[in-house]
């Protein structure tokens, strides 16, 4: 995410609470990563499925926890996702840079389309936000997501950052 993007999401997240950050680096997101580790406030995982078991340690701890990985390897984390967060409903924002656009390494080829498929089998929300100068009216649909779904319903869900 760029500069812009990054300031704004996370004026926004805090503005919402969110006091807990962890996750995998992945250079779709270093911009806010670089913010989150500048401001001492992201703990990085070496796994993804090690960054949702902190989050949700952080939860136990009344933390608001944020979770930033890459969509690949939020497919290898289906199994933490539905038998811990899911089970026993526990409200993480997972940030997930959606890997495999056209132009994209070949590693990446067709996980966009796996990814939401397993976004809607898991019954998760989620809202894109596209990478570049966020606009006014995207920034505000990203709150009102947020307000609804994690603060509203104590769900998770997934802001999915797209190229």
Known sequence: ???NN????????????????????????????????DNNKYLSATREDEAIGIAVGAYL???????LMQNSG???????????????????????SMRGYEGDAC???????????????????SVEIKEGNPTQSNIDNIKLFIKAIVNGSGCSAAILVMK
């Open 1 to 3: 995410m760029s500069g």
């Open 6 to 37: 990054s300031e704004e999401l996370y004026n926004v997240l805090e503005e919402l609470g969110f006091d807990f950050y962890t996750g995998v680096p992945c250079s779709m997101l270093s911009g806010i990563i670089e913010l989150l580790t």
């Open 61 to 67: 701890a009344h933390k608001k926890p944020v979770v």
């Open 74 to 96: 939020f497919c290898n984390s289906i199994g933490h996702i539905k038998s811990l967060v899911n089970l026993y409903c526990i409200p993480v924002l997972f940030i997930i």
């Open 107 to 125: 590693e990446h080829d067709g996980m966009i389309e796996i990814t939401n498929r397993l976004l809607s089998d898991l019954n998760l929300p």
